[in-house]
């Protein structure tokens, strides 16, 4: 008997339905994280009860005015592909301290796996560095960046010819049941969604082209090609993995409205 917490055995029932499975769920996730000083508890990289100088030139900044903690990144990484992890990038975040890695192309409840594995592996990794790895998705109050895990989705439909239409439809799905993916995307996520800092208001669904501030954003190059796959912007850094890939396709492949 699987026990509560076991988010996995639910969705493997999602990812096991016929209709799910013929779909082949592609998800490549961005799962952002910062990194915080042992003993006080304050992103690596800033002075000890001071600010850095505001947001602007970390996001994929470079040097050691800007980037702190890469040979953890770099570490991870390298861990991830001996592992196995389809892990297919890594940035600086707009906040100084913040990074993300990205999982991805994966099929299925595959995606859920790595990331599980791949937080673990980034765990012993801080671990050795004597830093703390914070999943929160608002960590520092006030006007800095919040961290999310925002999902890319696309599924056989919508990769192949006509596939827009299938996402549109996709997306008016998701945000006939807004409430309860918010619901399910992850603790403290109100304190992100702000609708500042690149995010959507918790309340409010909209979705657009390359629009940052939507709560699910397409690609400009999908609108282009008229296929291809789209961005939920509202996972917090904190979701668990397993409910938030198999909500989505549950909501676009099984839900009937």
Not at 89 to 94: A, L, M, S
Request: glycine fraction near 12%; aromatic fraction near 10%.
């Amino acid at each position: 008997e699987p026990i509560p917490t076991n988010k996995r055995h639910a969705a493997a029932k999602i990812f096991s339905d016929p209709s799910v499975a013929a779909e082949e769920t592609w998800y490549g996730i961005e799962q952002e994280y910062t990194l915080l000083q042992k003993d006080i508890k304050w992103p690596v990289g800033w002075p000890v009860g001071g600010f850095p100088g505001p947001q602007g030139p970390y996001y994929c900044g470079v040097g050691a005015d800007k980037a702190f903690g890469r040979d953890i990144v770099d570490s991870h990484y390298k861990a991830c592909l001996y592992a196995g992890i389809n892990v297919s990038g890594t940035n600086g975040e707009v906040m100084p301290g913040q990074w993300e890695f990205q999982v991805g192309p994966t099929v299925g409840i595959a995606a859920a796996d790595q990331v599980w594995v791949a937080r673990y592996i980034l765990e012993r990794i801080t671990e050795l560095a004597g830093v703390v790895l914070s999943l929160d998705p608002k960590p520092i109050p006030g006007d800095w960046n919040g961290a999310g895990a925002h999902t890319n989705y696309s599924t056989k439909s919508m990769r192949e010819d006509g596939g827009y239409e299938v996402i549109k439809k996709a997306i008016e799905k998701l945000g006939l049941r807004h409430k309860e993916h918010i619901s399910a995307y992850g603790e403290g996520n109100e304190r992100r969604l702000t609708g500042k800092h690149e995010t959507a208001d918790i309340n409010t669904f909209l979705w657009g082209v390359a629009n940052r501030g939507a709560s699910i954003r397409v690609g400009r190059d999908t609108e282009q090609a008229g296929k291809g796959y789209f961005e939920d912007r509202r996972p917090a850094s904190n979701m668990d993995p397993y409910t938030v890939t198999s909500m989505i396709a549950e909501t676009t492949i099984l839900w009937k409205p």
